[in-house]
């Protein structure tokens, strides 16, 4: 993909690795900032309410039932619980400075499940991304490592990503820029890489659904056997690059880059961000659209059959989408991080509608009648309760 500094998603993968260069349009978090914080549209009479504030970077929710809210602050390597007053507690506290952080908290019948991923690993030996339950009682249990299925299977190794239809004099500007900037991102075409970001992940009885960002892939981990298994890989997204596109990414790399590109179609990583289960037995999986999609509504929400891997596109033009969820009526609800949207997809429909406007909306969850939002991702993090409409 293109990454884009300071986007949540490249700055999530870093912890992981540093392998991919990261480039970002200019005054586009600044831009979001300036947007009003949550405001309701006509969907309910009461407004949102305030739950917490002062998280940093909230990227993941999950609430069930009685037990308290559970989210994870990612980049200050907390698992927290919010009460029913708001007040806040720590379930698991890792050290961002060694490199750790933590990824897709989801709630279980007895306690919780998370990933803690290390940019170096036990003793130095390389990356970890480890499934952890921990219980109320405060026991953990280590499932299983995603990073070593990455380096074993790289299920995204066999994709092409990258500009497509370049001639030889196109390709050699395009490569002088790139051995120029040597920290940029790739443009020409590549294969997927060896890289995972464990970014969202989803309970269904012993089986933990994990949506890997960086990997492009969706798997399943059975707690029990400790197994992990490639569902799906997620495919391309395809962007014809023309001029206002070009421009943006070329002012977002500090210009220079070849104008023979333009009108030129890039193959972006899909860049998955989030997986729940439908009542209908599907998975339903919320992409990026790679770097470009922090710039361009070119998100995707997928279909997907657990069984088969085979995906289907639900919904497209969506706008950074990091977060969804899906009601008891098979009603999709996501979180534009940079669309500064939370929106609904209605069940048998591809059409997307707005439920709220937003700050940086992470992630959403469904709990009863309402609507749980962490918003103002890179700023001061809040959750927010949000009426839902019936």
């Given amino acids: 993909m293109i990454p884009m500094p300071n986007s949540v998603i490249s700055r999530a993968q870093q912890s992981t690795t540093r392998r991919r260069a990261v480039a970002r349009m200019a005054g586009l978090v600044s831009a979001l900032a300036l ?19 002062g998280l940093v970077t909230p990227l993941s929710v999950d609430a069930e039932g ?4 559970h989210l994870t602050q990612n980049f200050a390597g907390t698992v927290s619980a919010v009460d029913g007053r708001g007040r806040i507690s720590t379930v698991r506290q890792v050290d961002p400075g060694a490199g750790e952080s933590v990824h897709g908290v989801s709630i279980t019948r007895d306690g919780v499940i998370y990933v803690v991923q290390d940019a170096d690993g036990p003793n130095g030996r390389g990356p970890t991304s480890t ?13 299983a490592d995603l990073w070593s299925h990455e380096t074993k299977r790289n299920p995204d ?32 075409p590549y294969r997927g890489i060896v890289e995972s970001n464990a970014y969202q992940t989803s309970v269904d ?3 933990v659904w994990v949506a890997d960002a960086a990997a492009n892939t969706v798997l399943a981990v059975d707690t029990r056997r400790g197994s992990i298994r490639t569902v799906a890989v997620l495919p391309p997204v395809r962007t014809r690059l023309d001029r206002t596109l070009f421009t943006a990414i070329n002012e977002s790399l500090g210009g220079g880059l070849p104008e023979c590109i333009i009108g030129r179609t890039f193959r972006s990583e899909a860049v ?27 998100s995707v929400v997928y279909r997907v059959n657990p069984r088969s891997g ?29 669309g500064g949207k939370v929106s609904v997809i209605r069940r048998g429909s591809s059409r ?31 959750l927010v309760s949000l009426p839902l409409g019936r």
């Avoid at 009685?66 to 809210?69: G, T, V, Y």
């Avoid at 499934?131 to 499932?143: F, H, I, K, N, W």
């Avoid at 497209?316 to 098979?330: A, E, I």
């Fill in 35 to 53: 947007t009003a914080t949550l405001t309701a549209l006509p969907a309910s009479a009461a407004g949102p309410r305030t739950l917490a504030s």
């Fill in 66 to 69: 009685k037990a308290p809210i």
């Fill in 131 to 143: 499934v952890v339950r921990t219980t109320r009682s405060g026991t953990r249990t280590v499932s």
């Fill in 157 to 188: 190794g066999r994709q092409k990503y990258g500009l497509e239809g370049l001639g030889r004099s196109c390709t050699r500007q395009v490569q002088a820029f790139q051995d120029a900037h040597p920290d940029g991102p790739p443009l020409l």
């Fill in 205 to 207: 009885g012993n089986t």
């Fill in 272 to 298: 998955p961000t989030d997986v729940r289960p439908g009542p209908d037995g599907y998975l339903y999986v919320s992409t990026l659209g790679g770097g470009l999609g922090e710039v361009n509504p070119q």
């Fill in 310 to 338: 085979s995906t289907r596109p639900v919904a497209t033009g969506l706008f950074g989408t990091t977060g969804l969820d899906v009601d008891r009526h098979g009603n999709i609800y996501v979180a534009e991080l940079f």
């Fill in 352 to 382: 997307t509608r707005t439920v709220s406007t937003a700050v940086q909306p992470a992630d959403v969850v469904v709990d009863g009648k309402r609507l749980l939002v962490t918003t103002d991702a890179l700023g001061e993090g809040k």
